[in-house]
T-cell receptor, first 115, second 110 residues
Framework: NAGVTQTPKFQVLKTGQSMTLQCAQDMNHEYMSWYRQDPGMGLRLIHY???????DQGEVPNGYNVSRSTTEDFPLRLLSAAPSQTSVYFC??????????????FGPGTRLLVL | DAKTTQPPSMDCAEGRAANLPCNHSTISGNEYVYWYRQIHSQGPQYIIHGLKNNETNEMASLIITEDRKSSTLILPHAPLRDTAVYYC???????????FGPGTSLSVIP
């Protein structure tokens, strides 16, 4: 298994540009989520999904869109990039079996710089 | 908001046990306590989790108080490579969103 993969690893955008951060997992996990981590700070939840076709907002959803058309993929879209969105973005996934809890696996991160 | 509180930083001498506390006074009966760590700029890594009994694995031990309002992660004989930020999280069902707090920055000192 490749686990959780994220592309690109690095990206530089200009203010106002849009882009999509890709996240994929090959573990058949139902639960997937996106976090951002600013320098010296903890992780903040952006959006999450408990299965294909189901998404919900996290702590800091403004400026981001997500969709979950397949179990494997959970792309994060920046609609109009702003310097405040400069951050490291982590994608995570875990199995979801109701009351049975599973650990989260994290991707390597995407480092985004918005000028 | 995160449901847990942790000290912002701690030091530990290399080879000694590191005891990282976490308060989760509002934990409900169906919520588990999870611990993750993040080394430098890598993605967080799972360490251990528990409900009400003490747990141990190859990485650490988790001690949960009887009233479940606090817990302690124990890293036995901490090597330098255990220097990281440690996050304590509570989570109920697998459909619950996972919120990270600021964590504890542990420095293992030679």
């Amino acid at each position: 298994n490749a686990g959780v993969t994220q592309t690109p690893k690095f990206q530089v955008l200009k203010t106002g540009q849009s882009m999509t951060l890709q996240c994929a997992q090959d573990m058949n996990h139902e639960y997937m989520s996106w976090y951002r981590q600013d320098p010296g700070m903890g992780l903040r939840l952006i959006h999450y999904s408990v299965g294909a076709g189901i998404t919900d907002q996290g702590e800091v959803p403004n400026g981001y869109n997500v969709s979950r058309s397949t179990t494997e993929d959970f792309p994060l879209r920046l609609l109009s990039a702003a310097p405040s969105q400069t951050s490291v973005y982590f994608c995570a996934s875990s199995a979801s079996r109701g009351r049975v809890l599973e650990t989260q696996y994290f991707g390597p991160g995407t480092r985004l710089l918005v000028l | 908001d995160a449901k847990t509180t942790q000290p912002p930083s701690m030091d530990c001498a290399e080879g000694r046990a590191a005891n990282l506390p976490c308060n989760h006074s509002t934990i409900s009966g169906n919520e588990y306590v999870y611990w993750y760590r993040q080394i430098h700029s890598q993605g967080p890594q799972y360490i251990i989790h528990g409900l009400k009994n003490n747990e141990t694995n190859e990485m650490a031990s988790l001690i949960i108080t009887e009233d479940r309002k606090s817990s302690t992660l124990i890293l036995p004989h901490a090597p330098l490579r255990d220097t990281a930020v440690y996050y304590c999280i509570v989570r109920g069902t697998s459909y619950d969103k996972v919120i990270f707090g600021p964590g504890t920055s542990l420095s293992v000192i030679p």
